[in-house]
C-alpha cells in the first residue's frame, strides 16, 4: 500500500490550481502536484543532476502556467 505525506501550498494558489484543472483529467491539485513531480523526478533520473538553468526553465513554465507566483 502506497503512503502518503502532505504538501501545503497557500490558499490562493490552490484555489487558482482548482479553476486551472476544471475540464481537464486531474480530479484534484493534489493529482496536478503528483504529476508535475513525477514529471520533474523523471527528467531528473534520465538526466541526471538538473543543471541550475533546467530547473529555471521548469520554475518559469510553472509560473506561466499560473502554478508559482
Known amino acids: 500500500m502506497t503512503e502518503y505525506t502532505t504538501v501545503s501550498i ?3 494558489l490552490a484555489d487558482r490550481v482548482d479553476e486551472t484543472i476544471e475540464g481537464t483529467s486531474f480530479q ?3 493529482d496536478l502536484v503528483r504529476f508535475l513531480l513525477r514529471s520533474i523526478v523523471i527528467q531528473h533520473q ?10 529555471e526553465e ?3 513554465q510553472l509560473r506561466g502556467l499560473g502554478y508559482l507566483e
Open 10 to 12: 497557500p490558499k490562493d
Open 58 to 60: 521548469i520554475t518559469e
Open 46 to 55: 534520465r538526466q541526471g543532476k538538473l543543471t541550475e538553468a533546467e530547473f
Open 28 to 30: 484534484s491539485t493534489s
